[in-house]
């Protein structure tokens, strides 16, 4: 593996904990999350949105 894979990589890793938070904080605060967040976590923004709170 060469040393930009490596760094790249990490870079994609962070970059999904990132969403990650980001997401979940949102639905912590009762705010609409961003859709380039949803999407990096493989969720389909418009499901996401259509589901209810029990």
Do not use: C
């Not at 760094?7 to 962070?14: D, K, R, T």
């Not at 961003?34 to 589901?51: M, S, W």
């Amino acid at each position: 593996m060469s040393a930009r894979k490596f760094i790249s990589g990490i870079g994609e890793f962070f970059g999904v904990i990132e969403s990650a938070v980001a997401v979940s904080a949102a639905v912590r605060d009762r705010r609409r999350a961003k859709d380039t967040d949803l999407r990096r976590l493989g969720i389909d923004p418009e499901q996401f949105y259509q589901t209810r709170r029990y």
